[in-house]
């Protein structure tokens, strides 16, 4: 079984400045594509950043030149510093990933529960 783990999520006030974590456990063999979504109440959910195995990032225009997703490949993470943040961040921002299980040959997608994210004074 594959689980995605998400933490640092919080209360912050605008301008403050957040991590978040996501950790995969499991009986993974490799791990491609790993990204941050997230979804505020009454909106669809968005793409936030993605960075595939190379180290390729994408981002949000939104987010570009405050956020920065990063991974850490020997411990199955994946982290988003965000800085510089907004009320409009406010959202519930969930982890992905295309994972690899040992055994199969075919990447399938996985996320995590969730972390919540209030930008607010």
């Known amino acids: 079984q594959v689980q995605l783990v998400e933490s640092g999520g919080g209360l912050v006030q605008p301008g403050g400045s957040l991590r978040l974590s996501c950790a995969a456990s499991?009986?993974?063999?490799?791990?491609?594509?790993m990204a941050w979504y997230r979804q505020a109440p009454g909106k669809q959910r968005e793409l936030v950043a993605v960075?595939?195995?190379?180290?390729?990032?994408t981002y949000a225009d939104s987010v570009k030149g405050r956020f920065t997703i990063s991974r850490d490949n020997a411990k199955n993470t994946v982290y988003l510093p965000m800085n510089s943040l907004k009320p409009e961040d406010t959202a519930v921002y969930y982890c992905?990933?295309?994972?690899?299980?040992?055994?199969?040959?075919?990447?399938?997608?996985?996320w995590g529960q969730g972390t919540q994210v209030t930008v607010s004074s």
């Open positions: 960075i595939i195995s190379s180290g390729s990032t």
């Open positions: 499991g009986n993974i063999f490799s791990i491609n594509r």
């Open positions: 992905y990933a295309q994972i690899r299980r040992v055994g199969d040959v075919t990447y399938y997608p996985y």
